[in-house]
């Protein structure tokens, strides 16, 4: 790619919070080799941008081409690829929970092939849960069970906070459910990203789920 070519597109970005528009039909190009800088006051949008452009906060309208992005973490690059492939494949601990695949469940030794006995932990994002009766069997799915803690309405959907013994994880779902009722999270393995147990990096693909190995 030339140093002219252009590498990032940023066409007519709009996102809402609810009511609250935050980037309102932004536009913005930026060229290989050019380094651009954000700058406003605090709550102008500057972070909302950088994560549209990351993928994690998804547009109401408009468009964002880039070739690759690269994630930052303590001075190192955490993961460098195309947009998709860090939604898709977040490399790290960190680069999930950056992505938005901030829920975290401890899992046991045994969890999938390849991996012995050492213990492992999966996140998933808080859409690609979905909610079921607590004695539900959900095929496929690891299937958490709790009670509903809390809810709130961000905008098109209810979030509900999910406490699974002492733990608590966020769902999203369009349905109105109430407070202290038993419920289970169904997981499937498609939504679940792997990693070792207290690892900072190194992603594992996990197969054969055994849902028996949770803690």
């Not at 609250?20 to 800088?37: C, N, P, Q, W, Y």
Request: glycine residues 14%.
């Amino acid at each position: 790619m030339g140093a002219t070519a252009t590498s990032l597109e940023v066409r007519e970005a709009t996102v809402s919070y609810g009511s609250h528009r935050v980037l309102d039909h932004v536009s913005l190009d930026a060229r290989g080799g050019e380094f651009i800088a954000l700058l406003g006051a605090s709550g102008c949008g500057k972070t909302t941008l950088l994560r549209a452009i990351c993928g994690f906060v998804a547009l109401a309208d408009g468009a964002i081409l880039a070739d690759r992005i690269a994630i930052l973490d303590a001075g190192g690059i955490a993961q460098i690829g195309t947009p998709e492939e860090i939604y898709n494949h977040p490399a790290s601990p960190f680069v999930a929970g950056f992505m938005g695949a901030t829920n975290v469940v401890p899992l046991g030794p045994g969890v999938g092939e390849g991996w012995g006995e050492t213990p492992a932990v999966a996140h998933f994002r808080s859409e690609d849960a979905r909610l079921c009766p607590p004695d539900q069997a959900a095929e496929g799915c690891l299937v958490l069970r709790g009670h509903i803690a809390q809810v709130s309405y961000p905008g098109g959907f209810y979030r509900y906070a999910v406490r699974v013994g002492e733990r608590q994880y966020l769902v999203d779902d369009q349905r109105r459910l109430v407070i202290d009722d038993l419920i289970g999270i169904a997981l499937p393995e498609s939504a679940l990203h792997f990693y070792p147990s207290g690892a900072s990096g190194c992603r594992v693909q996990g197969k054969a789920l055994n849902r028996g190995r949770l803690r």
